[in-house]
């Protein structure tokens, strides 16, 4: 039941991410229009538990749609052989998992 | 002395109607390789695309192999590519599809070609099989007969009506991009099945339909539903299969 495994957690990983994606796009639009300076911002983010664990989440969700949907988009698209798309499934999230950890980390942390 | 009935008018304009500038039609010649060769057909009123792939085969190259049976749209053996959308033949009037005078006439997608326009159908029916299209009886005849709920029944009302033409496996986005998919025919075969209160093999039937290439690759197209000769739709079947497997997995049943 890997298959069945996959397509819930690719479809739960969507749920979970439309209404944060909806609290992105409202930070970016009040970051942007309203004259908010890189120091304004990271003086609002630096040290917040909110943040990190908003952006945090955010991130792991992201890494596994995405690393389960380059699966996909593999299978259809590509001619490459069930192991390589189970490769490119582990790579795509796992980077997505560390860049998007590493920008966290460097809005939130110290 | 003539005629007064007022359908039959004089032999003259009938004959005009009849019969107008023979059309060119494309059709495909060889198996996997191969090309399309050109013939001119004559046409006449509610001429159909199997009237023209038969009157080539009769008239102008007996060489020709395609297949059909009862030729009134029961059977679902005429389908073919037509003007590239998959069709009944026999159902299909050529004023209807002819674009600029000209017709294209290739075989069924997505199943390898046997001869000209015979599609190799083997693929499309084990498939059928694979997504346990099969009854699986619960009961003997020693068994009373089962009572079935109205509501279960006429749930599948439009999915029994498919007669495996293989037009909506052809049309399937799905089916081309991957060939494990095991298409819309079968699992709307499945879908009946796991409606029926009779049938014993759900549990089974539910992890072939929920494995790789099962209900869960399908994309939502529609394409079966808006290609399907008998206006079913495969594309609802296989959305209520995916809650069925969906509710069976998350309840531990498969």
């Not at chain 2, 500038?21 to 050109?38: K, L």
Request: a positive charge.
């Amino acid at each position: 039941m890997r298959e069945m495994r996959l397509y819930l957690l690719q479809r739960a990983t969507a749920a979970l991410l439309a209404p944060l994606i909806l609290v992105h796009l409202v930070v970016i639009y009040i970051a942007t229009g309203h004259g908010l300076t890189a120091a304004d911002v990271l003086a609002r983010t630096r040290g917040s538990l909110a943040w990190g664990a908003f952006y945090g989440l955010f991130v792991v969700l992201a890494a596994v749609h995405a690393g389960i949907g380059v699966r996909a988009i593999a299978r259809e698209w590509t001619p490459l052989p069930a192991a390589a798309r189970d490769m490119a499934m582990w790579v795509t999230g796992l980077l997505l998992v560390v860049l998007g950890l590493r920008a966290v980390l460097a809005v939130v942390g110290p | 002395m003539t005629s007064t009935h007022p359908g039959s008018g004089g032999d003259a304009p009938r004959a005009a109607a009849q019969q107008t500038a023979p059309i060119e039609v494309s059709v495909w010649r060889g198996g996997e390789r191969g090309s399309y060769v050109t013939y001119a057909v004559p046409t006449q009123a509610s001429q159909t695309v199997l009237d023209v792939v038969t009157y080539i085969q009769r008239v102008l190259d007996p060489t020709l192999s395609y297949r059909f049976a009862c030729r009134v749209g029961v059977c679902g053996s005429c389908a073919m590519t037509v003007n590239g959308r998959p069709r009944w033949t026999c159902r299909t009037h050529i004023s209807k599809v002819v674009e600029n005078g000209r017709l294209e006439i290739a075989p069924l997608a997505n199943m390898p070609v046997i001869k000209d326009l015979a599609a190799d159908m083997r693929v499309f029916f084990e498939k059928w099989q694979a997504a346990q299209g099969r009854f699986q009886p619960s009961q003997t005849r020693a068994d009373p007969i089962a009572r079935i709920a109205p509501a279960a029944r006429t749930a599948i009302d439009k999915a029994i009506e498919c007669i495996n033409c293989g037009v909506c496996y052809a049309a399937c986005d799905a089916v081309r991009w991957n060939e494990k998919y095991l298409g819309p025919a079968a699992l709307n075969r499945a879908w009946t099945l796991v409606n029926d209160a009779r049938d014993a093999g759900n549990a089974e039937r539910l992890r072939a339909v929920s494995a790789e290439g099962g209900c869960q690759s399908c994309h939502t197209h529609t394409s079966c539903a808006e290609h399907c000769p008998a206006n079913l739709d495969p594309t609802g079947s296989i959305a209520s299969l995916k809650r069925r497997a969906v509710e069976a997995y998350l309840k531990g049943e498969i």
